[in-house]
Structure formats: structure tokens, C-alpha cells
């Protein structure tokens, strides 16, 4: 029996016509002397293609295992296919990310532009003259979108004017739309005559926005809205004040100071340093004070409270002033290399 019909559990194979006595000759009755009997049963065995054998127990479990693989192996193709083992699946394409705030910022209005026009219509929206009301409307239009009355809920009386606009945060709401904040220097004039009076002030304004056929358009009336208040803040504390070369550098200092407010800062100043001019009208009343932060090396920093005298007026203004060494030979000194505002 061969290995693959036992593995398979299959009878054992018929012997062919010729190699042996077919079952009905043996079974057919033949008599024959004793001695010619007890001959042929001596050469049965002989005679015989094949006889079974006594299996061991480990070929039986070989012969076992692998007849469960090989039904495995027929159960699982029928489960997944053979076509699956003939042309595997593509592989899926890759899933492409999507950023949400990509997504809604192509719903948002241009920023620049939005406060550009924002600016623009707050001034003359917050401009306002009873005795030519038609200025007011015909500038409003060239911002609002068509069909919106260009009056916008003004009764056409008094007179205010505008000085400044600063335009500021932009509120996206979607679907190209938006808020933008401007604030409006205003004046009001009121009275006439020898009782004519104006009072100038800040005023908050929001203009409702959206991007229109081919620009962003003013899509109805502004709101006037509240002006942001004071608020608390606490300082850090200072470095130590070096109070020797505070004292060695403060006529540099001063005449750097006077130099500037000149024209002639260049000669005053460090090689290299770029410090712009200030500009005419300006002109060093004092050096109120100057300390020098306590540290060490070529570069320092210290704190300069000045007096500028501008026309009949005087401003108090505080600066930082970067010193560098400067050597020549055998000599050195301190001079200006940089001024900013200084930072709390």
C-alpha cells in the first residue's frame, strides 16, 4: 500500500489481471491431491504482489498528521479562494489626511483685505455732515454690497469727523464670512457760534464682512461696540545697578543723547551702529537719569530716563541704551551701540 493512499485513508488496491488468481477462480471449486494442496499453500506467499505489515505506532501518527494538514490545507482554500493565491488583492491606496483647519480656511475671508475695507467704510461710516449728507452715502457705496440702502440708519443731522482708523482682529464665522474690529478716532462737533464745542474720542466698531463676486464687500450695518480697558500687570524685578560705571559712562551718555536729537549721531555713536535719526524739532532738555545694569564683559545695558523739549512742550521718555567697549591702541572706552524702548 503506498504511502499517500494510507495518508488518504483509501482500500487497498486491487492486484491486476495475471499476477495473481482472480477471486472467482479461487473461488471455484478445484479438486486436487493432497500432496498438490499442501504445495501450493507452501507458494501462496510467493505468489503475492504485496502483503500488509504491522504499522509502528509513529509512522501511524505521521501518516495521521498529515492527512489533517492535508485537509487543511483543501479546507482553507475553499474558505479563501483560489483565486486568491492565483492574484493576490491589491493593496488599498493610502488613505489621504485631511487638516480640518486647512478645510475651513478656504471658507475664511482674506485677512489683509478684510481689514483694508473694513477701515476704509468705518471712516466714512463714523463721517457724517448735515450739510452735504450725499458725500457720506456716496462713499459708503463703493464698499457695500448692491441692494443695501447706503444711509445705514443715519437721520441726516449733526456733524462728526474722523481723524484715524486702525483696523484689528478678524472674527471668521464660515462660509466666507466675517467680523472685523476697527477702532475710530472721533470728533464731535457740537454747539455753534461762541458755544461750539468737540470732543475727540475712541470708539470700537465691528463691520460685518464677506468675500463677494471677486472682492470682500461690507454686507450690512457696522455695531458700535465697547473699547478695551486698563489692565493689571507687575513688572519683573531689575538686575543690580553697577553704580561705579554708571557713573563713569553717564556723560557719554548725555552727549550721545544731545548729539542725536542734532542730526549728528553718527559721530557720537559706536563704530557699526546703525541708530536712525530722530528726525527735527526735537531737542535734549536733561538726562533725568541713567544706571548701568550690574553685569561684566565688552557689552553692557542700562536704563536712560530722558527729557526731550518739543516746541513749548517737554516729554519724559525712557530708554535702553546698549554701551560697547571700544578699543584703540592701548586705549578704551564706552559708547553707544544701540537705543530701544525699554521693556518692563
Known amino acids: 500500500m503506498s504511502a499517500l493512499r494510507k495518508m488518504l485513508n483509501l482500500p487497498p488496491k ?50 495521521k498528521a498529515g492527512r489533517v494538514a492535508i485537509w487543511l490545507v483543501i479546507g482553507l482554500a475553499a474558505f479563501t479562494g483560489v483565486r486568491t493565491w492565483v492574484f493576490p488583492a491589491k493593496p488599498p491606496a493610502p488613505v489621504q489626511q485631511v ?68 483696523p484689528g482682529t478678524v472674527t471668521q464665522v464660515g462660509g466666507k464670512r466675517a467680523r472685523v474690529r476697527v477702532d475710530v478716532r472721533v470728533s464731535v462737533v457740537t454747539g455753534s457760534g461762541n458755544k461750539q464745542r468737540t470732543v475727540t474720542s475712541w470708539r ?72 536712525q535719526p530722530l528726525g527735527p524739532g526735537l531737542k535734549l532738555d536733561a538726562l533725568d537719569s541713567w544706571v548701568v545694569d550690574a553685569a561684566g564683559g565688552d557689552k553692557r545695558f542700562g536704563t536712560a530716563t530722558v527729557r526731550w523739549k518739543i516746541g513749548a512742550a517737554q516729554l519724559q521718555q525712557t530708554y535702553q541704551i546698549t554701551l560697547t567697549k571700544v578699543s584703540a591702541s592701548s586705549a578704551s572706552r564706552w559708547q553707544v551701540e544701540a537705543v530701544t524702548a525699554k521693556t518692563a
Do not use: C, H
Open 99 to 166: 487638516d480640518p483647519q486647512a478645510e475651513a480656511r478656504k471658507n475664511n475671508v482674506p485677512e489683509a483685505e478684510a481689514q483694508q475695507v473694513a477701515a476704509r467704510f468705518a471712516r466714512s461710516y463714523m463721517t457724517w455732515n448735515a450739510q452735504d449728507p450725499d458725500a457720506r452715502a456716496k462713499e459708503l457705496e463703493a464698499d457695500l454690497a448692491k441692494g443695501i440702502d447706503p444711509k445705514l440708519g443715519w437721520n441726516g443731522s449733526g456733524l462728526q469727523l474722523v481723524a484715524q482708523t486702525i
Open 204 to 275: 470700537g466698531l465691528e463691520v460685518p464682512v464677506a468675500q463677494g463676486a471677486g472682492r470682500v464687500v461690507v454686507t450690512g450695518e457696522p455695531a458700535i461696540v465697547g473699547m478695551p480697558t486698563a489692565a493689571a500687570y507687575k513688572a519683573p524685578d531689575g538686575p543690580e545697578a553697577d553704580a561705579q560705571l554708571s557713573t563713569q559712562t553717564r556723560d557719554t551718555v548725555k552727549d550721545f543723547l544731545t548729539a542725536w536729537a542734532a542730526g549728528s549721531e553718527d559721530q557720537a555713536a559706536a563704530p557699526g551702529a546703525d541708530i
Open 14 to 63: 486491487e492486484p491486476k489481471g495475471g499476477d495473481e488468481t482472480s477471486p472467482a477462480a479461487a473461488d471455484a471449486p478445484v479438486e486436487a491431491p493432497a500432496a498438490e494442496t499442501d504445495k501450493r499453500l507452501s507458494r501462496a506467499p510467493a505468489a503475492v504482489g504485496w502483503a500488509e505489515e504491522e504499522e509502528s505506532s509513529g509512522r501511524s501518527a505521521a501518516r
